[in-house]
């Protein structure tokens, strides 16, 4: 079931993942660094108090379905409630820390990055709706919408010479249209008069420890932007930005897409059998996870002068050389602590040790903010940001470990980084090869000696699974291991 619905979701988040890959690209075409900084820092700051407000909901409701999900009116009508409750602080934190930002001048850019922030937290709400429900063609088709948009908005907008502001207009669009769509087909006979105040309460304590938690991951992965903002200037987060989404929406998209699967079976497997009953269940979710992120990280750190030729404009092409490898890494680290060792606080309902383990990574990355991006500017962002998820990495797992022994299938581990290196060592030759051409060579080797090595070392018993689809494509019979 794990592969068959990391498959589905795979393709339910790859069209729109692609598309926002190609808006990601378009976009720092068609402006400059300083429009697209300043369009970068409305983001980081909308993704900030989205964090604070919104997220405890989110992932409560994703940890929850399961439980209340069987009276969908009273369940929908209590998560609308806590939604209603958290828009207007969450909107007004917005506009004023916005409106108090020297580099983010007019007010159409404040309106607009409210908007944007009131519509996305809809409509990531109606995303884990359809997450926990197991949804994965509603999850898609919401995804493929907001992509679609975004990327044919954000293009009309800036040609007509509206810059970081059309940017974010296109965005606070892509969200309001699919978010219209859901609340018309799955919220009809929901109101916050039918919500059931002890089902807010119980969502409040499973998840507000991780708006701190998630607040404090957005401080490692924003405060760079601000922090270089304010020393360097708005075409510098602009150039910093575009390497980083870069990396982190390649990627994340990934890493993201084994959790969509695992996430809920995982949690089904818990509540059934306890650690026992979910054994199974995690070190497949660990090692299908790491199988697809760690030659994806290596991957984007060997190719990244043929990259960023390939994809970027020229002002951000140095820059992109520089740090995408730092970032790749930064991000394989956050994705293994955020969608596996983080796992082990939500089975054992101990949310509040998440916290610490975040702070502690947090903390980390504004000190070498402080120290290193006055100094060593986007370098010095991207060291910071490495070695705070880094350390929130270690704490998670050290603390985690006390409370649910999350199982490290060390085998598979020790499998995957053989064929990764057997990838790296393939691709190494062929690196001098830029443009065009040298990416393709250097993505079509390595995915296939990446691919061969996993058969030689049958990861995840992928050798056995390949025989099968030969002997299926030839007709021939497959005796299972059972009845030999």
């Not at 379905?65 to 009273?74: C, F, Q, T």
């Not at 309001?176 to 919500?195: D, E, I, T």
């Not at 708006?211 to 957005?218: K, Q």
């Not at 989404?245 to 897409?257: F, N, P, R, T, Y």
Request: proline share 3%; glycine share 10%.
């Amino acid at each position: 079931m794990l592969i068959r619905n990391t498959l589905l979701y795979l393709v339910a988040r790859g069209g729109p993942g692609l598309l926002n890959f190609a808006a990601l690209v378009l976009f720092a075409r068609l402006v400059t660094p300083d429009q697209y900084g300043r369009y970068a820092l409305v983001v980081a700051v909308a993704a900030l108090v989205n964090s604070l407000g919104f997220y405890w909901l989110r992932l409560g409701l994703l940890r929850m379905n399961a439980v209340h999900g069987e009276d969908p009116v009273r369940w929908r009508s209590s998560v609308l409630l806590g939604f209603v409750g958290a828009v207007v602080p969450s909107a007004v934190a917005v506009g004023i820390v916005l409106a108090r930002n020297g580099m983010v001048v007019g007010p159409w850019l404040v309106v607009a990055g409210v908007a944007m922030l009131v519509a996305q937290g809809w409509f990531e709400l109606n995303l884990e709706f359809a997450t926990a429900s197991a949804h994965p063609v509603t999850y898609g088709m919401m995804s493929l919408a907001k992509a679609a948009l975004l990327i044919s908005g954000g293009v009309l907008l800036t040609r007509l010479g509206l810059g970081a502001e059309g940017l974010v207009i296109a965005l606070a669009a892509s969200f309001v249209l699919p978010g219209a769509w859901a609340a018309l087909r799955q919220w009809s006979g929901v109101s916050v008069r039918r919500a059931d105040r002890h089902i807010v309460r119980e969502l409040l304590v499973f998840g507000l420890p991780f708006t701190l938690t998630f607040a404090f991951e957005y401080i490692v992965s924003t405060s760079d932007r601000l922090f270089l903002g304010a020393y360097h200037g708005a075409s510098t987060v602009g150039v910093y930005a575009v390497s980083y989404d870069l990396a982190q929406q390649s990627l994340g998209m990934l890493m993201i897409v084994v959790n969509l699967a695992a996430y809920p079976i995982t949690v089904r497997a818990f509540e059934r059998g306890g650690m026992h009953g979910a054994r199974g269940q995690l070190e497949r979710h660990c090692t299908l996870l790491a199988a697809l992120a760690m030659p994806a990280a290596m991957g984007l750190a060997l190719c990244a002068p043929a990259l960023t030729t390939t994809l970027l404009a020229t002002a951000y092409r140095e820059t992109g050389r520089e740090i995408l490898p730092w970032i790749a890494f930064a991000a394989l680290v956050l994705g293994l602590k955020s969608y596996y060792f983080d796992i082990a606080f939500q089975l054992s309902r101990k949310t509040r040790l998440q916290v610490a383990a975040v702070a502690c990574g947090a903390v980390v990355n504004l000190a070498l903010n402080l120290l290193w991006i006055p100094t060593r500017g986007v370098l010095g962002a991207a060291y910071s940001t490495l070695a705070g998820y880094l350390v929130g990495l270690t704490v998670s797992w050290w603390l985690g470990r006390r409370e649910c022994r999350l199982p490290v299938p060390w085998s598979q581990l020790g499998r995957i980084v053989l064929a990764t290196a057997a990838m790296a060592a393939a691709i190494l030759p062929l690196r001098s090869i830029d443009g065009v051409v040298g990416l393709l060579l250097q993505a079509a080797v390595g995915t296939a000696v990446y691919g061969a090595a996993l058969v030689a070392l049958d990861v995840m018993g992928v050798r056995a699974r390949v025989r099968a689809m030969v002997l299926g494509a030839t007709g021939q019979k497959v005796v299972s291991a059972d009845t030999r």
